[in-house]
C-alpha cells in the first residue's frame, strides 16, 4: 500500500484580521490528518500564537508582507511550517527562566515559544537572514 501524504498551503497578508483563516486552515488539516479533537485545539492555538508573532513582531503590523503557512501529514506525523520574511529572532537569546520566576518579574517575551513547546511534540526555528525565517511545528500521530 502507497504511503499517505498530503500538502497544503496557506498564503495570507500579514494581519491579524487573517488569524481566524489560519486556525480554520491548520483545524481542518488536523482533522484530515486524524488528531483528536484536543489534539486540533493544541495545533491551532500554537499556529495562532506563531502567526500573531509573526505579524506583531518580525513584520511589525506591515500588512504587504505576507504569512505562509505549510501543512504535511502522512502515517506518522503532522508537521506544520510558518514561514516569513520579517525580522528574525533566535530563541537561544531567550532566558531559561522558571515561569514562576518571569511571573513575578513580569517578564513576557518567549512565553509563545514556551506554550509552543508545551502543546506540540516538536518545535524548531531556522532563519536565513535577509532571507527567511521558519518556524517548524511537529504533531506526531498515533494510528
Known sequence: MAALEQRFTLHVPS??????????FVGN??????????DVAKLELAVDEACTNVIEH????????????RAEFDEKSLRIEVVDTGHGFDPATLPEEPLPEMVAHRRSGGLGLRMMKTLMDEVSYEI?????????????LSR
Open 15 to 24: 494581519s491579524t484580521q487573517n488569524l481566524a483563516m489560519i486556525r480554520d
Open 29 to 38: 488539516v488536523g482533522v484530515q490528518a486524524g488528531l483528536a479533537d484536543d
Open 58 to 69: 518580525a513584520h511589525g503590523g506591515d500588512r504587504t508582507k505576507d504569512v505562509v503557512v
Open 128 to 140: 536565513v537572514p535577509g532571507d527567511r525565517n521558519r518556524l517548524r511545528l511537529v504533531k506526531r
